[in-house]
């Protein structure tokens, strides 16, 4: 495992000490409620080391995009009550993350109590990372501890400004993750198999450049394929196709080939003449999209194929769906390969925002080594990006 160079909460004496911890509870809501804990059970591990080490634990975090004033529908006393449940001891929900309130709900904690802070994104110095804001979150605490890996690419007061003020460290999640997704890219078991797809070239440009010479094997689906397919000189139809990244789509090419690394495309396709679940769809080798239909996901030929490189894999990372797997119709390649990834005996690792969705939806999820908690952090990770939350702590040496 790659050693991960930055100081931990296993560095830190907590006892009767203040500790801010930047924790991502940024969860789903439906009509009001939870609609998946996720994010929540996965802050869990730190929240209990530091609080069963004597620490009085100040959780910071955001929810939704309030744009700095406060919005009723995005206040974190649910998300409190959802972790009391998980953590089975109370959390105490302070109805402000600065000022008064928030200083004497954080006075009144005892060894070991748990308090969450009210959204920090209800403040605009949150987002412009404001040292008047700093300053203020900052003065409710002894000491810093990140864990909010899914934020982590974003220079925020909570997340970059506040780790320079106090002595800042990893929480055990953001180690997790940056020491898994930075060994497989560094020391990968091999065959490494990068599995990409979604919807867009340009999104993913420094993932594919980044995984292109290191991945033995690349495996190219979702619509991001029509525009590699197109480049090779298929006629592509209907389908989506971004026209202006095709000379990216050349160079990734000519990089794989002479890195050696076997980019393989769609052989078959899922085609339908209009976007919907209940349009007539049919399977298609990859010459035979018509002027006036579209590739909505991969074929099963294309699956069998793929399925069989990630049977061989020893390192696997994945991320975009193979199709538009919200659709029924054209959810059969996405979960043709989430079956693949979690049957192969590989160290597999998943992350991007809707990638993670399908994987959740297909309930494959726990037979995957590690599912990234952050979709455009973990995207940004895979760019071989540093990110501002994570250079900001201190340093192992
Ligand atoms: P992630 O969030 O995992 O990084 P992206 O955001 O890049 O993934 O892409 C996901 C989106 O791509 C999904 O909404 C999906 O419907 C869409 N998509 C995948 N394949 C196709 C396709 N062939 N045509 C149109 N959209 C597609
Ligand atoms: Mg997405």
Redesign the pocket.
């Known amino acids: 495992m790659a050693a991960f160079g930055k100081q931990t909460i296993r560095d830190l004496e907590v006892r009767g000490r203040r500790v801010l911890v930047r924790v991502d509870f940024n969860v789903p809501l439906g009509a009001g409620a939870i609609t998946d804990d996720t994010r929540i059970r996965a802050a869990v591990p730190t929240i209990r080391a530091l609080r069963e080490a004597g620490g009085r634990v100040i959780l910071i975090s955001h929810l939704g995009r309030p744009d700095g004033v406060v919005v009723e529908s995005l206040r974190l006393a649910p998300v409190a009550a959802r972790l009391a449940a998980r953590l089975g001891v109370p959390v105490h929900a302070v109805p402000e993350c600065v000022g008064p309130v928030a200083q004497a709900a954080v006075d009144a904690l005892h060894d070991g109590d748990v308090a969450l802070l009210e959204n920090v994104r209800f403040h605009a110095g949150e987002e412009s990372n404001d040292p008047g804001f700093v300053s203020a979150l900052a003065a409710l605490g002894d000491l810093y501890v990140n864990d909010a890996f899914g934020t982590a690419h974003r220079a925020h007061a909570s997340t970059e400004g506040i780790a320079r003020r106090l002595p800042a460290v990893a929480g055990l999640l953001m180690e997790r993750e940056i020491e898994i997704m930075g060994a497989a890219l560094a020391s990968p078991r091999r065959p490494f198999v990068a599995v990409v797809?979604?919807?867009?070239v340009s999104?993913?440009i420094g993932v594919l450049r980044n995984l292109v010479g290191r991945a033995d094997h690349l495996l190219v689906?979702?619509?991001?394929?029509?525009t590699f397919l197109k480049a090779q000189g298929h006629a592509t139809g209907a389908?989506?196709v971004e026209a202006t990244a095709a000379g990216v789509v050349g160079e990734i090419l000519a990089e794989a080939s002479r890195a050696g690394t076997h980019l393989e495309l769609p052989v078959d396709?899922v085609i339908a003449p209009r976007?919907g679940a209940d349009a007539p769809s049919r399977v298609v080798s990859v010459d035979g999209v018509p002027d006036d239909q579209?590739?909505?996901?991969i074929g099963p030929e294309t699956v069998a194929r793929f399925a069989e490189v990630l049977r061989g894999a020893g390192t696997i990372i994945w991320?975009?769906?193979?199709?538009?797997?919200?659709?029924a119709p054209?959810a059969a390649g996405?979960m043709g390969v989430a079956l693949a990834v979690a049957g192969s005996g590989a160290t597999t690792i998943v992350?991007?925002?809707?990638?993670?969705?399908?994987l959740e939806a297909s309930g494959l999820a726990d037979r995957i080594t590690h599912v990234s908690t952050g979709?455009g952090a973990s995207?940004e990770f895979l760019e071989g990006r540093e990110l501002p939350g994570i250079a900001a702590l201190r340093d192992r040496h």
């Open positions: 797809g979604g919807k867009k999104d993913k689906g979702g619509a991001m394929a029509n389908s989506y396709l976007l579209m590739a909505l996901d991320n975009g769906p193979m199709g538009v797997f919200e659709m054209f996405t992350g991007g925002g809707d990638s993670v969705a399908a979709g995207l």
